[in-house]
């Protein structure tokens, strides 16, 4: 399920330059499809959901990835060369089965800018307590079966890491040791906006510690929302990119 963010604002332009929008090619109705948020996370590579990448043999010239923008369009997006899924995602389970993070390798690298640049990755060592206040980005439901309105501005909105044992009760015994959860009474992801980045503060700088991975799918309220915990992948995501 895609997941967007519930009791947001607007964010200004080029406040979170690393966010960007997937879109996919729909062969069904001959059009390109909003569904999923992502980070860059390199000049060249993009950090999403596993499960927003649909079908055993993904085509790359079927997804785009819209860069440095606010608002929704997926005119100027650049295309993608590689699809990596995580090896333990399984397409059966699903999210639940956590490894819930896929890599997309840009065709070419980008230039920085005011407007896009990329999202540094936390050391292995860095520790979030609960409680930390960080910040979730996405296009997605703004509510229940509500879609976020024209123009489609990207929304932001602060959450608290919650303590996987809290989180654990909500949900029953889904909270595994690749995932964290973030939210609070209201301030949560729903429907339309998985693979966008959980952003904290660590030393005064800005760095991604989740992946957006599931929510209630119907954005209740009081749910948390559960993400892949990048501390937990970064090997896997260094090797990717440094080898290639």
Not at 31 to 60: D, E, K, M, Y
Not at 76 to 89: D, T
Not at 174 to 188: E, K, N, P, Q, T
Request: glycine share 10%; charged share 15%; net charge positive.
């Amino acid at each position: 399920e895609l997941v967007g963010i519930m009791g947001g604002h607007d964010a200004a332009s080029g406040k979170w330059p690393w966010q960007v929008g997937l879109w996919f090619w729909n062969q069904a109705s001959s059009q390109w499809i909003f569904s999923c948020g992502g980070s860059l996370i390199h000049p060249q590579w993009v950090l999403t959901a596993a499960h927003c990448i649909l079908g055993r043999n993904p085509v790359t010239r079927h997804i785009k990835v819209q860069l440095g923008r606010v608002r929704l369009a997926h005119q100027g997006s650049v295309q993608v060369a590689r699809i990596i899924r995580h090896p333990k995602y399984s397409l059966e389970i699903g999210v639940s089965g956590g490894a819930d993070v896929a890599l997309l390798k840009l065709k070419a690298p980008v230039r920085p800018s005011k407007r896009v640049r990329w999202i540094r990755l936390p050391p292995a060592s860095s520790a979030f307590p609960p409680g930390t206040r960080c910040w979730v980005t996405g296009w997605g439901l703004i509510g229940f079966q509500e879609l976020l309105p024209p123009p489609y501005n990207l929304q932001e909105v602060e959450v608290p890491l919650v303590a996987d044992e809290i989180c654990q009760q909500q949900y029953g015994n889904v909270i595994r040791d690749d995932m964290l959860c973030a939210g609070s009474w209201g301030r949560v992801t729903c429907q339309g906006d998985s693979g966008g980045p959980l952003v904290c503060q660590w030393r005064g700088t800005w760095v991604q510690v989740g992946v957006v991975s599931s929510g209630p799918e119907y954005c209740l309220p009081n749910f948390p929302t559960i993400y892949a915990r990048v501390t937990s992948f970064l090997p896997w995501i260094r090797h990717h990119i440094h080898s290639s």
